[in-house]
C-alpha cells in the first residue's frame, strides 16, 4: 500500500468543506486508522490532525460529547475512539485508490495484427472500451448510494437486515468460489458486490420508502438501470452495440444519474 500524505488526504477527501466538524474528524479517524499500527485514536490526536489540516481545534468537551453521540463512532481501546464497521466499508469504497500505486494497462502488441480481424473490428473494440468506462462508473457509482444509503439507514447490521434467502445463497457461493480460486480478484468489500445488477433494482423496489426522498420517482432509476443492463451484456460478451443511439442513450442516462446524486449531502 502506498503512504498517503496527510495533507493529500485532506485535498482529495475536501475536509476542510466538511458541513459539520464531526464529518471532518470522521474522515480524520479513518486515515489514522489507514496509515498507522493502531485502530483508535484519542481526542488529541484527532485536534492534532485538524492543526495539521489548518482548521480550527476542536473543543474537547464537545469533540468528546459528538464522539459519544455519533453511530458512525465506537469506543475502542484506553477510552480512545473508532469508526464502525458501516462506515468504514463506505470510506474504504471511497478512499481506498488514494493509497494504491497508479498503474496503467498498456498493450504490448499491436491489435492491428490479430488474426482473422478487420480494421473495423479494431475500431469497435476501442468503441466498446470507451463504453464500457461509463458502464464501469455508473454501475460501481449506483453500488456506493446504496452501500451508503443502507449504512445511514440500519447501521453496520444492514446486510442482516435487508437479505433474503436467494441474496444470501449468491452473495455466500461466489465468496467462497473466490476463496477456492486464489487468483480471482475479490469484487469488493460489501456483499452488495456479489448481487446481480438487476438484484439491486430488485432492493430498491423493496425499499422505496428509503430512496425516494433523494430520487422522487422510482422510473428515474428503473430505466436507466434496465437499460445499463441491456448494454452491459452484450459488451461483457464481447457484442457491439452498432446502434449510435443507444450509445448516446447510455451517455445521456449516466449525466442524468450523476447530475441527480452529485449534489445530494447524505
Not at 464537545?62 to 477510552?79: C, F, Q, V, Y
Not at 463506505?90 to 504490448?108: M, P, R, S, Y
Not at 444470501?168 to 461466489?174: D, G, Y
Not at 460489501?190 to 422510482?218: C, G, Q, V
Request: aromatic share 12%.
Amino acid at each position: 500500500m502506498m503512504k498517503l500524505k496527510f495533507d493529500d488526504f485532506c485535498k482529495a477527501s475536501e475536509i476542510a468543506f466538511q458541513k459539520k466538524k464531526i464529518d471532518a474528524a470522521v474522515l480524520i479517524i479513518w486515515y489514522h486508522q489507514k496509515v498507522s499500527n493502531r485502530n483508535s485514536i484519542s481526542i488529541n490526536e484527532i485536534n492534532n490532525y485538524f492543526k495539521q489540516a489548518h482548521l480550527p481545534e476542536y473543543n474537547k468537551f464537545r469533540l468528546s460529547e459528538h464522539l459519544r453521540l455519533d453511530k458512525r463512532i465506537t469506543k475502542g481501546e484506553n477510552g480512545n475512539y473508532k469508526l464502525n464497521r458501516a462506515i468504514l466499508e463506505v470510506l474504504d469504497q471511497k478512499f481506498n485508490h488514494l493509497f494504491e500505486d497508479e498503474t496503467k494497462v498498456q498493450l504490448q502488441i499491436s491489435l492491428e495484427n490479430t488474426p482473422f480481424l478487420e480494421n473495423t473490428d479494431i475500431e469497435n473494440a476501442h468503441k466498446m472500451a470507451e463504453l464500457y468506462l461509463i458502464i464501469f462508473c455508473f454501475e460501481n457509482s449506483a453500488r456506493h448510494f446504496i452501500l451508503k444509503i443502507f449504512s445511514l439507514n440500519f447501521g453496520e447490521d444492514w446486510w442482516n437486515i435487508i437479505k433474503n434467502t436467494d441474496f444470501k445463497k449468491k452473495v455466500e457461493e461466489r465468496m467462497s468460489r473466490e476463496q477456492k480460486l486464489k487468483w480471482i480478484c475479490q469484487r469488493g468489500t460489501s456483499p452488495l458486490f456479489y448481487l446481480d445488477w438487476s438484484d439491486l433494482l430488485k432492493i430498491i423496489r423493496k425499499y422505496e420508502n428509503l430512496f425516494t426522498p433523494f430520487i422522487a420517482d422510482l422510473k428515474f432509476i428503473e430505466l436507466r438501470f434496465e437499460e445499463l443492463e441491456r448494454v452491459r451484456n452484450i459488451i461483457a460478451h464481447n457484442g457491439i452495440i452498432p446502434d449510435k443511439n443507444d450509445i448516446n442513450r447510455l451517455i445521456l442516462y449516466f449525466q442524468d444519474w450523476c447530475k441527480q446524486l452529485k449534489e445530494l449531502s447524505i
